[in-house]
């Protein structure tokens, strides 16, 4: 079959090549799936630059094989499999173990293939009036969004109630784009903040006011939000504090700077300290994978209140160019491989 592989590390357009690799075996609590599309997410191109180095390999990669969305049918079930038979439409990550911790849990295990491997908790149905394409999409940008906003467990971080005023930076990329639609779910108020290309776009995928950032700044425009989901990271914790209620939540999911691991950390690390001496509550996260919160997006993408957006799609011999191009910063929505056939390898 023919899958993504990367060897060394660097820039996707040098190091990531599409080869000829056996067929993937699976365990007993997997699913061999005939993968119908993957999607791309910023880990990928994170990955294959080095950014994993700490659990994937000082030198070199350990885990050669990119892609964790997927969307596909069973082609097969391991024997402790009782969820799944043979010709299932399935969405959800491949990886090794939901379990696993923060950092390791999301070290792709093939999406970009032909055939893909993945623990049969970390899947769901696909919705019959889905494409594979919109499918693919889901994942890490919905488990993202959907963890970062909402009111529940001690791991979701944004607390979200009907009536609350909240603002979406980077409503347009592919996070944001389901921000906002998962926002809209929970009844509140949402603004969505993008370029005027997205305006209209983001308008109507549920916005209820559209900012474009060439012509205002959010911060300097005097209204404030119970919460702040930032998928950008383009402002000061202090103008993005002038854009909070006393009591509101800003929830960093994202961050623009170009030096990513590292101001993302520095972030963190000033979001703590600056958390302890104002009521206002500045936090950021990893989103875990699980089966419930795939269930809740299986729900609303077949109930029609969440759409995922697509801005292109290549194929599987395009990965690096996908990447390339997820990386440059002005994705509308998701960038989605589509793998148009595939081979008995």
């Known amino acids: ?92 990550a491949c ?5 696993d911790s923060a950092l390791k849990v999301w070290i792709p295990q093939g999406a970009f ?27 890490v940008a ?14 979701d971080k944004g607390h979200i109630q009907s009536g609350q005023k909240v603002l979406i930076n980077g409503a347009a990329g592919g996070v944001g784009t389901f921000a906002v639609q998962i926002a809209k779910s929970f009844g509140v108020e949402v603004t969505g903040v993008c370029s005027t ?18 012509q205002e700044d959010f911060t300097k425009l005097g209204q404030q939000y119970d919460l702040l989901f930032d998928c950008i990271g383009n402002h000061s914790l202090s103008a993005c504090r002038r854009a909070l209620t006393r009591n509101g939540i800003c929830v960093m999911v994202g961050e623009k700077s170009g030096r990513k691991v590292i101001a993302l950390l520095a972030r963190l690390i000033a979001a703590f300290v600056l958390s302890r001496f104002v009521s206002q509550k500045l936090v950021t996260f990893l989103a875990r994978p699980n089966k419930k919160d795939l269930t809740i997006m299986h729900d609303l993408m077949k109930a029609g209140t969440v ?19 997820l990386a440059k910063g002005h994705a509308r929505g998701k960038v989605v491989i589509t793998v148009a056939g595939t081979s008995e390898s």
């Open 113 to 139: 293939a032909e055939y893909a491997c993945a623990p049969e908790s970390a899947l769901v149905m696909k919705p019959d009036n889905v494409t594979f394409e919109q499918a693919a999409s889901v994942p």
């Open 1 to 92: 079959m023919k899958a993504a592989v990367y060897t060394r590390y660097g820039a996707p357009d040098v190091v990531v090549q599409i080869q000829e690799v056996e067929k993937p075996g699976f365990k007993d609590n997997e699913v061999l799936i005939k993968v119908r599309a993957a999607s791309v997410n910023p880990l990928d191109e994170g990955l294959i630059r080095g950014g994993g180095r700490i659990v994937n390999g000082l030198r070199k990669p350990k885990i050669t094989r990119l892609g964790v969305d997927v969307a596909g049918e069973v082609e097969a079930v391991g024997r402790n499999v009782t969820q799944f038979k043979a010709g299932d439409e399935v969405f959800g």
């Open 142 to 155: 919905a488990f993202t969004a959907l963890q970062g906003l909402r009111l529940g467990s001690s791991g």
């Open 307 to 325: 759409r995922p957006v697509i801005d292109k799609c290549y194929s599987l011999v395009e990965v690096p160019e996908a990447i390339c191009y």
């Open 197 to 214: 290309k997205n305006v209209e776009m983001v308008r109507s995928i549920g916005a209820d006011r559209v900012i474009d950032y060439t």
């Open 95 to 99: 990886i090794r173990d939901p379990q």
